[in-house]
């Protein structure tokens, strides 16, 4: 085995970035041993020097984070501040002086990977960022080597954990989505701004990466439709529960039928009970990878947390080590398909679209020709009366009769597979009807 270490700075010393230092420390032998070489943590860049942080020599800290990733004595830069700059920089100037790089970036990853990739390659060095998707969870890696002689056709996950938290609690209590959030934010799930993860952001951050790396292709934040869980209601959850169906938000990554282009894709959607997905409970991440050769695949675990991502990142570093002691590196960016990503109205699922309707006669003709005229084909409408203690409810299937109950109903219209951009236009078309008093509800029907 090598003496010499191999020399590691730390941008961010947080959540993960502690437990990243702790246990480089605490496992430095076993490290060294499966590199082949010891590792040394030369630096830590820190926004602020005087708290205290157990097991860091001091003399390890600064707060120039450019001054120590130009040192050009370091072998490896492990980013874990996050965002788009200084981060950004950060790594171009690791990578020109000579470091590889171990990013949990994802915001920078899908805003920029393509740049990234290419400094890495210019420079001969590597990009790892296995803890940039799913935390724990090895996604990057296998879809990036294991999955590389096979053809990747679907992506399916739960990518952040705290909305399937939320949405988790109002499935199993009722509770509505600002209670649900009231939980999470109580019990640390949620941030105090959670934005980023309620409207879908960070999800649509990991779908273009896992986009990118499935098929080979560029894809960038931008590219990726993106709805949150705001607005998801325990009606909704209801609802779903009705048709054994749970409700979570899902990242899918799909490869068009013709082969020709990709969607990617961020939004609320009823999966069956029955599949594997819907029992990803609380906080946890999983994802199902669907591949021609090797069929159905699915990665499940914890998908945030300071040392479940600490441990990405140490394989990570491993990783880059052992490339290094090599003289080599390991795969770079592989987007040589150049498929393109087709707008959301492509894309082709089965919907879920709660109407409140005037219940008289002609009504469900009515929004049945609609459905017609746009060639969206309905497989279930469920009518529930509003009339004071009437409480009635008929499930309708295809070719059935409703039954009028006089006053308003709730209308739940479930569909065949068809084009986003057919039900939109449907819905656009229902809501100027005058018997439809409005849309309570679309949700996409996702993972039969
Ligand atoms: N906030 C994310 C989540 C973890 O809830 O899954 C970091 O991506």
Request: glycine residues 10%; hydrophobic residues 45%.
């Amino acid at each position: 085995m090598r003496t010499r270490p191999l020399k590691v700075a730390l941008l961010g010393c947080g959540v993960v970035g502690s437990e990243v230092a702790r246990i480089m420390t605490t496992h430095a032998d076993d490290l060294a041993a499966r590199i082949g070489a010891p590792v040394e943590l030369a630096g830590v860049a820190v926004r602020r020097p005087s708290k205290v942080r157990e097991g860091i020599d001091p003399a390890l800290i600064t707060t120039d984070a450019t001054a120590l990733v130009k040192r050009g004595d370091i072998d490896v830069v492990i980013e874990v501040i996050g965002g788009i700059e200084p981060a950004r920089t950060l790594i171009t100037t690791a990578f020109e002086h000579g470091a590889s790089v171990v990013s949990a970036n994802k915001a920078l990853l899908a805003e920029d990977g393509a740049a990234l990739h290419a400094a890495a390659e210019q420079h001969g060095r590597d990009l790892y960022y296995e803890a940039a998707v799913a935390g724990a969870i090895p996604l990057v890696r296998p879809l990036r080597e294991s999955l590389a002689g096979d053809k990747v056709n679907r992506v399916l996950g739960i990518v952040n954990g705290t909305t399937n938290f939320i949405l988790d609690k109002m499935d199993t209590s009722g509770a509505g989505y600002s209670e649900a959030l009231d939980e999470a934010t109580a019990l640390g799930y949620a941030e105090a701004d959670p934005t980023a993860d309620v409207e879908g952001f960070d999800a649509a951050a990991k779908a273009a990466i896992l986009a990118g790396i499935a098929f080979h292709t560029r894809v960038r934040i931008g590219d990726v439709h993106r709805e949150g869980i705001t607005e998801v209601t325990a009606a909704d959850i209801a609802s779903a529960r009705r048709m054994g169906c749970t409700v979570k938000l899902l990242a899918i990554c799909e490869r068009a039928a013709d082969g020709q282009s990709v969607t990617a894709r961020v939004h609320p959607a009823m999966i069956p009970l029955s599949h594997p997905l819907a029992s990803v409970r609380e906080a946890y991440n999983a994802v199902f990878v669907e591949a021609e050769a090797a069929g159905q695949l699915m990665f499940y675990g914890p998908g945030a947390g300071g040392s479940p991502t600490a441990s990405a990142v140490l394989g990570d570093l491993v990783a880059v080590c052992r490339n290094k002691l090599n003289e080599a590196t390991g795969p770079g960016e592989s987007a040589y398909t150049r498929l393109p990503v087709s707008p959301m109205g492509d894309v082709v699922t089965r919907y879920h679209i709660s109407l409140d309707v005037a219940d008289k006669p002609g009504v469900l003709a009515q929004v049945a020709t609609v459905f017609a005229e746009k060639g969206v084909s309905i497989d279930t409408v469920r009518q529930q009366g509003r009339n004071p203690g009437s409480g009635d409810e008929v499930v309708i299937e295809q070719g059935g009769g409703g039954r009028r109950v006089g006053g308003e109903a709730s209308l739940v219209v479930v569909t065949h597979r068809a084009s986003d951009a057919a039900l939109s236009a449907t819905v656009e078309a229902l809501r100027k009807l005058d018997t439809v008093r409005g849309v309570a509800s679309i949700m996409r029907v996702e993972g039969e």
